[in-house]
C-alpha cells in the first residue's frame, strides 16, 4: 500500500492504494464517485474518462499510485452551487442522452476540449469525443450540444 | 478486469531505472504512460512482478531544437504535448501528423514518444481476454510454439503497429539508448528485431530516452496517411509515412523515402537513395517506391477490418497519393517542410 495525496473535484483526499490499483477503481470504490462508469476497462470505450490537470485521461489505465498530487475532475464536479456546467444544460436541451453510459465520459472529453479551444469548429468537437463510443445518439446530438455549450451555431 | 498484482517502483534518477531493470531482469517491466502495458496485464498476456515507472526520471518530458542538431525529443513527452509543441507542429509536419493519427485524445494526453516507439506488437490471438483464448493452444507470444495467425510458421507474426516509427524512420530519425553502464545514439531503424514475439532488440537495462531529428531540409516535405475501420482508437491496418526533399542541379528529388507500418512485424523502411542516383524522370521513381513498398509488405489475416490482400494492394496506392501531398507541401512552401 502507498499513501496519495490527491485532489478530486476541489476536496483533497488522503488515500492508501494498492499498485494495482486503477484510478477508476479508486475513485468509484474509494471515494463512491460513480458517476465515471466502467465501460470496457481496457482503454477503448472512453466511458471512464475525467480530466487530470486539464487533459482527458482514460482512467481505467491510470494507475492510482501514479496520481499523486494530481487534479482530477469527474462529473461530480461540473455542477457548481446546484448549477449544472453548461455542457450538462445542453447535452439536456438537445437530448443528447439516451442510455446515459457514455455521457460522463464525452462530457469531460468536452469540457477538456473548451478550455483549450473556446471556440471549436465541428471537426475539432469531433477529433476530441472520437474516444468516446456512444450506441445511442449517433453523435449528432452530442456535437450539437457541445457546440451550443461552446456558443457555437450548431449548424456550424 | 483488475490488474494482477505487482509491486511499483518509481525511481528518481535514470541510473536507478536501469539499476533495477537490470537487476530484475525478465520479471519486470518499464512503464511510461501505460496505454500499451496495462491492457495486455489486464489480459494477463503480461504478469510482471514489477513495474518500473519511468515518470519521474528528471529530463525526459522536455522537446528541444537548433538549426543545426534538430530536434530532441524526452520519451517521456506524451503525444499530445509533442503535437502541441510550435516547432513540431510548423516544422515537422510529418511528424505533427502521425502523433495526432494515434488513438484518440485521451490516448495522446497518456501514450508518450519512447512508449510509442516501444510498443509491443498486435495480433487478435494474443491480445484477447483469457476467458477467449482458452480453447486456444498458446502462441509463441504467450511462449506457447504454435503461430494460429500464420499456421505452421515457426516464428511470430504479430505485427507492429505503432504510427509515430514510420514518420520517424522516413526522416532518419536517430534515438538514444541508456543503459546501467553505458548510453548510445543509434538509427532508430536498429531498434526492431523483426520478431513479433520481441519486436525490440532492447537489452533489460536499456531505456530509449530521447528522439534525435534532422533538421528538416528546405524545399522538403511528407505526409502520414492511415487506413483504419473507425476514425479513433484503432490500430493502423496499414500506414505510410513518405519524406522527400525537393532536388538541385536537375534532380527531381534529393532524397525520397517512404515507411510503412501494420504490414509486417516491424516498420518497414524504402529508402528511396540508391534509385536516386541511377537517376530516372520523377514518375519513375515514384512508381518503384510503391512497387517496393508493395512487394515488402507482409500483411496477415491477424487483425479485425480489412483483408491482407486489400491492405496489400492499397499499399502501393497509399504510397502515391502520400508522395502527392509530400510534393505539394515541399512546393507550396519553397522552403521549410
Known amino acids: 500500500m502507498k499513501t496519495i495525496h490527491l485532489k478530486v473535484n476541489g476536496d483533497s483526499y488522503e488515500l492508501s492504494v494498492e499498485a494495482n490499483q486503477t484510478l477508476l477503481d479508486v475513485l468509484r470504490d474509494e471515494l463512491s464517485l460513480t458517476g465515471t462508469k466502467k465501460g470496457c476497462d481496457s482503454g477503448a470505450c472512453g466511458a471512464c474518462t475525467v480530466m487530470m490537470d486539464g487533459e482527458p485521461i482514460l482512467s481505467c489505465l491510470t494507475l492510482a499510485v501514479r496520481c499523486d498530487q494530481r487534479d482530477i475532475t469527474t462529473s461530480e464536479g461540473l455542477m457548481q452551487n446546484g448549477t449544472l456546467h453548461p455542457l450538462q444544460e445542453s447535452a439536456m436541451k438537445h437530448n443528447a442522452v439516451q442510455c446515459g453510459y457514455c455521457t460522463p465520459g464525452w462530457i469531460l472529453s468536452a469540457k477538456a476540449l473548451l478550455e483549450r479551444t473556446p471556440n471549436p469548429t465541428r471537426a475539432d468537437v469531433q477529433r476530441a469525443i472520437a474516444g468516446n463510443l456512444c450506441r445511442c445518439t449517433g453523435y449528432k446530438r452530442i456535437e450539437d450540444a457541445i457546440l451550443d455549450a461552446a456558443g457555437r451555431n450548431s449548424d456550424s | ?337
Open chain 2, 1 to 337: 478486469m483488475k490488474l494482477p498484482k505487482f509491486e511499483l517502483a518509481d525511481p528518481v534518477s535514470l541510473a536507478e531505472c536501469c539499476r533495477l531493470l537490470s537487476e530484475k531482469g525478465e520479471s519486470v517491466q518499464l512503464i511510461a504512460g501505460g496505454t500499451d502495458l496495462l491492457p495486455a496485464m489486464k489480459n494477463r498476456a503480461k504478469q510482471p512482478k514489477m513495474l518500473v515507472d519511468l515518470g519521474r526520471v528528471p529530463d525526459l518530458n522536455t522537446t528541444s531544437y537548433s538549426e543545426t542538431q534538430g530536434l530532441k525529443a524526452g520519451a517521456m513527452v506524451t503525444l499530445s504535448r509533442f503535437a502541441g509543441d510550435p516547432i513540431v507542429k510548423q516544422k515537422y509536419p510529418l511528424l505533427f501528423q502521425a502523433a495526432l493519427a494515434m488513438g484518440d485524445a485521451q490516448l495522446q494526453a497518456m501514450g508518450t514518444i519512447g512508449g510509442n516507439l516501444c510498443q509491443d506488437c498486435c495480433c487478435l490471438y494474443y491480445d484477447r481476454p483469457p476467458m477467449l483464448r482458452q480453447n486456444l493452444d498458446p502462441c509463441y507470444k504467450l511462449g506457447g510454439e504454435v503461430c494460429h495467425a500464420v499456421k505452421g510458421s515457426k516464428t511470430c507474426w504479430a505485427t507492429y503497429c505503432g504510427d509515430l516509427a514510420p514518420a520517424l524512420l522516413a526522416m532518419k530519425a536517430r534515438i538514444k539508448i541508456s543503459g546501467f553502464r553505458q548510453e548510445k545514439i543509434m538509427p532508430l531503424k536498429e531498434l526492431f528485431s523483426g520478431d513479433g514475439k520481441k519486436p525490440h532488440k532492447l537489452l533489460p537495462d536499456q531505456v530509449v530516452t530521447e528522439v534525435l531529428v534532422p533538421p528538416p531540409a528546405p524545399r522538403s516535405g511528407g505526409a502520414y496517411l492511415k487506413m483504419r475501420v473507425r476514425g479513433s482508437i484503432d490500430y493502423p491496418l496499414l500506414g505510410v509515412a513518405v519524406f522527400l526533399i525537393l532536388g538541385s542541379n536537375g534532380r527531381f528529388f534529393d532524397n525520397i523515402a517512404a515507411a510503412l507500418t501494420g504490414v509486417d512485424v516491424s516498420p518497414v523502411l524504402i529508402d528511396g537513395a540508391e534509385w536516386l542516383a541511377e537517376g530516372g524522370d520523377s514518375q519513375e521513381i515514384v512508381k518503384k517506391l510503391a512497387e517496393t513498398a508493395y512487394k515488402k509488405a507482409r500483411p496477415i489475416n491477424n487483425t479485425f477490418g480489412y483483408s491482407p490482400k486489400y491492405r496489400r494492394e492499397m499499399v502501393k496506392i497509399y504510397v502515391k497519393s502520400a508522395v502527392r501531398q509530400a510534393l505539394a507541401m515541399a512546393e507550396k512552401q519553397g522552403g521549410a517542410t
